[in-house]
């Protein structure tokens, strides 16, 4: 068995009851692995020799109600191979709790912080510390909790990170109902599985995941009155519209919009309904067909 050479950290926001897992290894696909997370239970990072049983099992335990320190006990007790495992858990209140295997490769160890914590194994020293105080000041600031785990991996990367370089990363972040389509709690799932540069990459996918899928401010809408003769005239180019350009917005144009909104998978930020439209939308519509 490969071992599973990571910085990870799990975390819970209790403000958007968040829970998540953000993980950076020299190990193709590593999030498949490493990362679980469920609404309401709470999340999971196993790796070193990983025991995927941890994951599910962690996530049972503390949905029934056990604590992130109870529920490691619980994993590690019984595993003959707790010596070569690690793993870091936050349970459903926001509480945290590690363990790291006294034959897991050197440097390995974990910090456990205030509704978070930060392990890895096979890493320079300095990884763990530089993610932990990452995390700590970035939550303090804008963004969300998938902004805060990317920036947690990045300071462990800059910190030296693993040891023997860098392959795969990924970040999962679970909400109740906050899923695509508002019946699951996958907000956000993206893994980056073989690449040069796996954080930076990361960094991208979220920020485009915050592009499709991120919340409508209500004060960052134009009527589309407004931009109607605007619109008319990119869904002529793009032969979604065929109609005559007077800056009307009619149905025939509004179905139109909504096809091409649609086609770019925007329709989580207009669903073709009311009278105004998310600025995000007409300028990445802008951008992508002037």
Request: charged residues 20%; aromatic residues 8%.
């Amino acid at each position: 068995m490969q071992p599973i050479a990571t910085f990870s950290i799990v975390a819970y926001d209790p403000h958007k009851h968040e829970w998540g897992v953000a993980v950076q290894s020299k190990f193709m696909a590593c999030a498949a692995v490493v990362s679980w997370a469920k609404a309401g239970a709470g999340a999971v990072a196993t790796q070193s020799y990983a025991n995927m049983l941890y994951g599910p099992l962690g996530l049972e335990m503390m949905g029934h109600g056990l604590s992130a320190e109870q529920t490691v006990a619980a994993l590690t007790i019984s595993d003959e191979g707790r010596a070569l495992r690690q793993v870091g858990v936050v349970d459903k209140q926001g509480r945290a709790a590690a363990f790291t295997g006294q034959e897991c490769y050197a440097w390995a160890g974990h910090i456990v912080g205030d509704g978070f914590a930060c392990q890895g194994n096979i890493l320079v020293p300095g990884t763990v510390e530089a993610m932990a105080a990452a995390f700590t000041e970035a939550r303090l600031g804008d963004g969300e909790l998938a902004d805060w785990l990317v920036a947690a991996l990045s300071a462990g990367q800059a910190a030296g990170g693993d040891s023997r370089g860098r392959q795969a990363a990924g970040v999962l972040v679970v909400r109740q109902n906050g899923g695509y389509g508002g019946n699951n709690d996958r907000y956000l799932d993206l893994r980056v599985d073989d690449h040069p540069e796996p954080i930076a990459k990361l960094q991208e996918l979220v920020t485009m995941h915050h592009l499709y899928f991120g919340p409508v401010d209500p004060h960052n809408t134009v009527p589309l009155a407004d931009v109607a003769e605007e619109m008319q005239k990119l869904l002529t180019r793009t032969g979604h519209y065929r109609g005559p350009v007077n800056g009307h917005f009619d149905e025939v144009t509004r179905k139109a919009l909504r096809a091409l909104v649609g086609a770019e998978n925007l329709e989580e930020r207009w669903d073709g309904t009311g009278e105004r439209i998310d600025k995000l939308v007409v300028e990445f519509l802008r951008g992508r067909f002037a």
